[in-house]
């Protein structure tokens, strides 16, 4: 692992731990290359109207390391005045790796632009998992979120959701100008950067390897990961070619695992720094994953086996503060999964005879309506409740939540 890339979690872990809240740590490359600074070395700036801190610190042991840096910061004139540094400059191996840090990114942009100059206060408030407001929504606010997906469908209504709710999001996918215009759109509607595009193929582990290294250098580490990025191809068992089937497991389940091995590497690695923070992996599943498709068995069963991987994630995570969860919506008619003109999913159920009778488009759909005792299909903002519920509650880990208007009733 990069050296940049192992501190960067561990600064922004003891900041949260400081600060009991979300905080922003940002990478500057090159800033303090070649210092010359001996491992381990300890040189701790005093307050008094500084901004800087520097520590040496050794790249052995996320642990060992996190508790250096620690050391290093009680030690220094930053914690006697109840302040958090502008700059964090670590030396490590004759080397310099610098991160400016801030409660949220647009603290990043002030520092770089010079507007801000004084050290950052310590909220008062004690250290601690979470500060839930009055608005569930509050919960994410200024928290480093990640959306696989997220630049259309189910993905795009996640992102603007938690966007809307203070988070900053970053919009990985294989669609890369779909998830740079998003980005682009969401900075403007706002007024700041909150919104990061990251191009990704789930499916392959150095491309997400490659995910997560962005994410710890844009805001040092991440609190949520909504792994929703899947495919769907309708077909009977009896007529699907194996390759396609193949291709919805290598996406739907092993993408997954994938996904939650990096995303959790760095949330384990901010959990040494912060060990009473909790952060949040969720899978965007489907009622599918609880309930058997008809000519449908290749989607329904890399769902059902991701609930696997849920519970079993779940067990072994809770060590770090990492909850695992899924989302499991009902049908989201009005997103292109279902209802792109050419490999929507109301074509290809017309075509593979999935609904008897149904001569047209709007016959699938009124069928498939009619059975949801809400009498509609699932929205963006059904999931986002759900979402935000997850990350809310501090006492639920591998549990499967049916967002599903009733049409899937848990027994």
């Given at each position: ?23 922003t740590?940002?990478?500057?490359s ?6 010359g600074?001996?491992a ?43 302040k ?15 991160y ?10 002030c ?17 601690g998992t ?62 700041r ?18 995910m ?13 990961c ?15 070619d ?20 990096h ?8 959990h ?73 999913l ?17 016959d ?16 963006g ?15 639920e880990?591998?549990?499967a ?8 009733m848990?027994?």
């Open positions: 692992m990069k050296p940049e890339v192992f501190f960067a979690p561990l600064v922004r872990g003891m900041f949260i731990e400081k600060t009991g809240g979300p905080w740590v940002a990478y500057e090159g800033a303090l290359a070649g210092t600074a001996p381990g070395a300890d040189a701790t700036a005093g307050a008094g109207g500084a901004t800087d801190f520097t520590a040496g610190i050794d790249t052995s042991n996320e642990k060992i390391a996190a508790g250096q840096l620690s050391s290093a910061f009680a030690a220094s004139g930053f914690a006697g005045e109840n958090i540094p502008l700059r964090v400059k670590i030396t490590s191996g004759g080397n310099g790796y610098v400016l840090t801030a409660p949220d990114y647009a603290g990043i942009d520092i770089r632009k010079g507007r801000q100059k004084t050290a950052w206060d310590i909220p008062e408030k004690s250290p979470a500060d839930f407001g009055a608005s569930r929504a509050a919960v994410v606010k200024n928290r480093a979120a990640l959306i696989t997906g997220g630049a259309q469908g189910f993905g795009e209504e996640i992102v603007r959701g938690l966007a809307a709710a203070g988070a900053l999001v970053f919009i990985a996918d294989l669609n890369k100008t779909g998830a740079e215009k998003l980005a682009a759109a969401l900075n403007r509607e706002y007024g950067t909150l919104a990061f595009p990251v191009e990704v193929n789930v499916a392959d582990e150095t491309s997400v390897q490659n997560a290294e962005t994410i710890a250098l844009t805001t040092g580490g991440l609190d949520l909504v792994s929703n990025a899947g495919v769907l191809r309708a077909a009977s068992i009896l007529e699907q194996i390759g396609s089937f193949r291709f919805v497991t290598d996406i739907n389940y092993t993408a997954f695992a994938i996904v939650t091995k995303c959790g590497l760095l949330m384990k690695a901010q040494a720094a912060a060990p009473s923070w909790a952060a949040d992996i969720i899978q965007i599943n489907s009622k599918s994953g609880l309930d058997g498709s008809n000519k449908n068995g290749s989607y329904a069963g890399s769902k059902f086996g991701s609930i696997g991987l849920v519970q079993s994630f779940a067990k072994e995570l809770v060590e770090y503060s990492i909850k695992v969860n899924a989302v499991c919506p009902g049908n989201f008619f009005d997103g292109p999964l279902w209802s792109d003109p050419e490999k929507g109301f074509v290809q159920y017309l075509n593979a005879g999935k609904v008897p009778g149904a001569k047209t488009i709007a699938v759909k009124a069928f498939y309506e009619s059975k949801v005792p809400m009498g509609r299909g699932c929205t903002p059904d999931v986002i409740r759900a979402v935000l519920y997850l990350v809310e509650q501090l006492y880990t591998g549990q939540l049916p967002v599903t208007g009733g049409q899937v848990l027994s």
